[in-house]
């Protein structure tokens, strides 16, 4: 093991729901609709039932190898060469998914918050929280998501609760009015999320008790779909199916529609502030899993050292990454899946598989 921490199971479950949160509070309502039109929520609702086979597969595994990272049970499976090329892939996974969203939050605060701030400032500056939450150890972060939590859940409800008044039944209707067919294509944009939280088996082997952390682990993704699919019926329901697919940030501007007794409004920093929490937490686990993974790799002791350098090149890689709006929204709506697919489903059945035929050709 890199990391000697030890997280609890109730931090678990808390990493895992912020975790699968991320960015995807933003951008899921948009992305769904494109496809589900107003039946974008009932894509969300099936991801309720692929979150949970997805939670077993990576409990299975990780049960299976119980005090081992990813990047040690996939050489002990697959071998010392192949083994090491897997984790490798699995290690870029991790790097690029990290770069993206620091992107994201340049892009969003520079957007709509701080118009006039270069995006290479507000790039450093999140990355510097990130890298000391990293060298901090897991302890460290996950209790510090502990703390976020509850004024995550305050936010979000407040925010729910606030902007109730404006929705309007009529916007979800008509239901399933052409077919099945865009439901399922919504719901192929929205799994794409889900697939990231394969990134949490690197934390599985720090939870005190295993038998703990898979329930943990699926209570986490269970609020990861709650969140996701409310959050997705509000912004049909209020703004409507056109609007939403239009916006590219149609949670934010659920909270710029926000007016009680016309004095007050205009409360989008509530939005902000609850994708800030959620995406310090994804960013930072992506960005420890990804250290934790080089230091592995090249048989280093402590991951700490390559935290400083590992961020300069994430800064490069993520304004390559995204040279213009329109780029991003087309590989995050036609390539992110595919890909993550790869990572999130097809890596983790191999390693599964071949594990558990290895294991009856020994017996």
Known sequence: MIDNGHISARQFMILVALFGIG??????????????????WISTLIGWGEGFLLTYLYVSLSMRYPNKTIFQFSQEILGKWMGKAVAVLFISYFFIDASLMLMEIGDFVTTQIMQETPIEIILVLFLVIIVMGVRSGTETFS????????YFLLLFFVLIAFISP????????????????PVIGGNFRYAGYLLETVILIVLFPLVKRPARAAKAYILGILLVNFFLAM???????????????LLTYPSYTLAQKISIGNFFERIEVLMAVIWFITLFVKITVCYYATSCGIAYTLGLRDYRHLTLPLGMIMIVVALATMPN????????????????LTYGLFLPVLLLSVGALRKKTVC
């Open 23 to 40: 960015d995807a509070i933003l951008y899921v309502p948009s992305l769904t609709a494109t496809a589900a039109k107003q039946d974008a």
């Open 325 to 340: 709006r329109p780029y991003f929204d087309a590989f995050v709506s036609d390539i992110w899946m595919p890909y993550s």
């Open 231 to 245: 959050i997705t019926a509000v912004a049909i329901l209020v703004l409507g199916a056109d609007i939403t697919i």
């Open 166 to 181: 404006q929705i309007k039944i009529e916007n979800a209707k008509p239901v399933l009015a052409h077919g099945i067919a």
């Open 143 to 150: 209790r510090v998501s502990e703390l976020l939590f509850p």
